[in-house]
């Protein structure tokens, strides 16, 4: 049973950078596309960013490109999250996803999304 583990979460100030991670457990995580997704208070869930299998795909929405930066590390059952020039708009819960697929070259920002981390709570206010 796969098992995802989110950290890295913190209070910033606008214009700082964090790095997210998504630590996998139970399953080797190159079986998976990752995806990363974000719910601020009152709004819907957000697909930010993914990562097929084989890392050369990845997708981002408009609001975070050029900022926001996703990698992975399969030796380290590891995915993350780059993010830079925070806005206090990109305060939010931030959530990784694995979705189980064999095709390696492709990633997708929905909710078809296979299992899920808990969080990591990113503040950005000054």
């Known amino acids: 049973q796969l098992q995802l583990v989110e950290s890295g979460g913190g209070l910033v100030q606008p214009g700082g950078s964090l790095r997210l991670s998504c630590a996998a457990s139970?399953?080797?995580?190159?079986?998976?596309?990752i995806g990363w997704f974000r719910q601020a208070p009152g709004k819907e869930r957000e697909g930010v960013s993914c990562i097929s299998r084989s890392g050369a795909i990845t997708n981002y929405v408009d609001s975070v490109k050029g900022r926001f930066t996703i990698s992975r590390d399969n030796a380290k059952n590891t995915v993350y999250l780059q993010i830079n020039s925070l806005k206090p708009e990109d305060s939010a819960v931030y959530y990784c996803a694995a979705l189980r697929t064999p095709l390696f070259n492709i990633c997708v920002l929905s909710h078809l999304y296979n299992y899920w981390g808990q969080g990591t709570q990113v503040t950005v206010s000054s």
């Open positions: 139970g399953s080797p995580l190159d079986f998976y596309a």
